[in-house]
């Protein structure tokens, strides 16, 4: 009686595989780190060995040789005991081992384009003196990189689960890299245009310097996005993941910069038609930032946005409806805002001029999402059913936190008002901006639920569900409770059960009876269920005896 009781006790043999692959390539992943921070050090030392002479640092020096020397080899024993063990196709196809390579490969290509980008665009800047040693730390890692992009297009050893997630990562990390630092560099070339780099060139430094550095980032990461995009094949990959990171990263956010732009240069011509409280200068001095913005972020979101369209369902819709909730966020903020700036007509002491501007800053937004949201949302149109309830539970959920947090802000500018705190700001003016947020959230999350109950109560009641209507005799092959197996299949198929018991007795669960049935036709069926939970079920022809 201890055998089997043991036996239970003891892990399973693919829960030992899981949990030694675990080990293998976290201590892989440790020490291939480890070795190249060695390296990169050690290099380091020598690129800037010329201006370090006079400095007696050995400690460092005894840190990057023991990394190079002790967790180099260390790291090679591992990685050849795994390359082995991958000889085994189960071994191939293991998630540890996809999980290791996705990690490894984009850990190395952040941590190599950091350094080598950064390194480059200090020269570019000016600097002569770091760029060493930014470039030392970055050449193992690129080492790391190619090394495994060849392990990842393996024949023979390659990984077979997330063989595609370095793809997506390296696409979403080029264009996060190109649009940002693309975006500054424009900016600095309108600050240039619109004569606002009158600082700069007052202390000596060309106009044109800093720009220099961050279109060398935007090159780096526009021959990333390539590389992965286009090279690599991730514009023709239609897994979820690849859907995800499209419509997230190359529709919503390139959508967010832009809309972002825009809101910002509206804003400002609305301050120049009517809000001079400022000077020009300061007024207009968000503009180049505001018009690159608004521009890269324009481009990329119609390519991106063009590409979503092109895929199956549900991406269209999934880009479709995170415009529209963007937008519906940004004409949200801009009701709340008004609203604010409507109380704070009766609070403010001078002139008007903070609701003024408030007004014009929630104008701007509106301005910007309640069309956008319009035409994306189309409500006056017939719903998609893609994603339709997911958004709308969504936007509910995402309108529900925020009234919470609102009222909780509310809640204690009114007992702190109560309480006679410090301070001559009276209750209105402690709680209009987070009334005004409490209010257009309010009616967000109403029009939203209203939506959700017309869409369910629209929706067609589904009909019973029967399992296998076209089952008409069920001829049961069981141990020892064939008789309660057959009176459940009976039960869930309404047809005719003959019942054949097994001469070896034992007993099947009815958990794995039930399923087999699914998706079956035929008019008869022969259901061998044991011994143990195995079970079969094999379709007959009409007229097969028995």
Do not use: C
Not at 231 to 245: F, Y
């Amino acid at each position: 009686m201890s055998a089997p009781s043991a036996a239970a006790g003891r892990p399973s043999a693919p829960a030992l595989g899981t949990l030694r692959r675990i080990i293998l390539f976290v201590l892989l992943f440790a020490l291939v780190s480890l070795a190249a921070s060695g390296v990169g050090g050690l290099l380091g030392r020598l690129f800037t060995a010329a201006e370090t002479i006079a400095f007696n640092d050995s400690s460092s020096l005894a840190l990057w040789l023991a990394l190079t020397l002790v967790g180099g080899p260390l790291g090679a024993v591992v990685f050849w005991a795994s390359w082995r063990l991958l000889a085994d196709p189960a071994e191939r196809r293991a998630t540890a081992w996809g999980i290791y390579v996705s990690a490894m490969y984009v850990t190395s290509l952040v941590t190599a384009t950091s350094f080598g980008i950064g390194a480059l665009a200090s020269l570019a800047g000016g600097d002569t003196v770091f760029w060493k040693s930014s470039l030392a730390k970055a050449l193992p890692w690129a080492g790391v990189w190619v090394w495994h992009r060849w392990i990842l297009g393996h024949r023979s050893r390659g990984p077979e689960a997330l063989a595609t997630l370095p793809l997506v990562l390296g696409t979403v990390l080029g264009l996060v890299i190109g649009l940002g630092a693309g975006t500054n560099a424009l900016a600095v070339l309108f600050e240039h245009a619109l004569g606002a780099d009158g600082e700069l060139a007052a202390i000596g430094v060309p106009w044109w310097r800093p720009g220099l550095g961050l279109l060398v980032w935007a090159t780096g990461g526009v021959l990333i996005w390539w590389w992965h995009w286009v090279r690599e094949g991730a514009r023709k990959l239609h897994t979820r993941l690849a859907g995800v990171g499209l419509v997230a990263i190359g529709v919503a956010g390139s959508a967010l910069l832009a809309l972002g732009g825009a809101g910002v240069l509206l804003y400002v011509l609305l301050r120049l038609g009517f809000d001079r409280t400022d000077p020009v200068p300061a007024i207009v001095e968000p503009v180049p930032e505001a018009l690159a913005a608004a521009l890269l972020g324009t481009l990329s979101w119609l390519y991106h946005a063009r590409i979503a369209r092109a895929r199956p369902e549900p991406v269209p819709a999934a880009a479709q409806l995170a415009i529209s909730g963007i937008a519906l966020a940004a004409a949200a903020s801009g009701n709340g805002i008004i609203i604010n700036a409507a109380l704070a007509t009766g609070t403010t002491r001078l002139g008007g001029t903070d609701a003024t501007t408030l007004l014009l800053a929630g104008l701007s937004s509106l301005a910007i999402g309640g069309p956008l949201w319009w035409f994306f949302w189309r409500p006056t149109r017939p719903a998609e059913p893609h994603g339709r309830r997911i958004y709308l539970v969504l936007v509910f959920g995402i309108s529900a936190v925020v009234a919470l947090v609102t009222l909780l802000v509310i809640g204690f500018r009114l007992f702190e008002y109560m309480l006679g705190d410090a301070g001559d700001a009276g209750l209105l003016e402690r709680v209009r901006a987070p009334l005004g947020l409490l209010v257009a959230t309010g009616l967000v999350a109403g029009y939203h639920f209203a939506l959700w109950r017309h869409d369910r109560a629209a929706a067609p009641v589904p009909s019973a569900r029967r399992t296998a209507p076209a089952i008409g005799e069920v001829l049961l092959v069981a141990g020892s409770n064939a008789r309660e197996l057959a009176a459940a299949i009976a039960a869930h198929t309404g047809g005719v059960v003959t019942v054949l018991p097994r001469a070896d007795g034992g007993t099947t669960a009815l958990e794995a009876v039930l399923p087999a049935l699914e998706g079956l036709s035929a008019g008869r069926v022969l259901l061998l269920a044991g011994p143990g939970d195995r079970v079969e079920a094999i379709e007959l022809e009409a007229d097969t005896p028995h």
